[in-house]
């Protein structure tokens, strides 16, 4: 990336894209249905965060008193209907047992390899860098604090949307991002791996997109990505050339 007139702004998704989100998946699903090691997690995680991000958007205008309820059913609602198409029916029980497990796993996390390396590198180039991520606020800052990205990146390029008050996909949380790092959609870049939240998000605000698709999934719609990569080898040739 060549000097512009204004900064260039790198943005990155956190879950799935800074670190694997499936570990802590797999391990809930091994502890209360004791699967094995040839059962397709991959496919369910998936199907998980498909119906994470779908079951969102449904209840995107709920009303804040109730929200707190509704998530904790959403989050039980997308593993009885993601589990539900690999044909295991789960009762409630189980499905609240999964995402008990699950979330004591969340914080046991490490960053891909070439991750924090490359974040350190374009702001020694003068890149602005920072984090987008759907979630609860504190949540959300507890993976991040496991991962000591709130050592690396400036907390005020951190933008939680449980903080904001915007989430991914609407396009107003690209434009208030923009706004408070002086940057510009023309000149801003941002990898993340879900379809539905970062790619249909980034570009409908303009953005460059790097789909990081790291699992081989489908696009779900026409938008066209302006990269897609596979590992952080791929994003840093892009990123620093």
Known sequence: MGQLDSPIGV??????TLYDHLDPLRFALQHVLTLGEDFPYEKV??????????LTER????????????????RSQRYILALEEFGIYLDKEQAEEIQAQYLGKQFEIQPFAGAIELIKQLQSNGVVVGL??????EHQMGKIRSLSLDHVVPADHIFVSGGVGIDKPDSRLF?????????????????????????????????????FNHRNTQPESEH?????????????????K
């Open 11 to 16: 943005f990155f998704d956190v879950d799935d």
């Open 45 to 54: 995680y998936h199907r998980v965060r498909y119906y994470s991000d779908l």
């Open 59 to 74: 209840n995107r205008d709920v009303n804040t008193e109730d929200g707190a309820s509704i998530l904790e059913e959403m």
């Open 132 to 137: 987008i991520t759907n979630g609860p606020l």
């Open 175 to 211: 434009v208030h991002v923009n706004k408070v790092t002086g940057t510009t959609a023309e000149h801003s870049y941002y990898i993340g791996d879900t379809w539905r939240n970062d790619v249909v998000g980034a570009m409908n605000a303009g953005w460059k997109m790097l789909w």
């Open 224 to 240: 066209i990505p302006d990269y897609i990569v596979g590992n952080y080898e791929e994003i840093s040739r892009i990123l620093l």
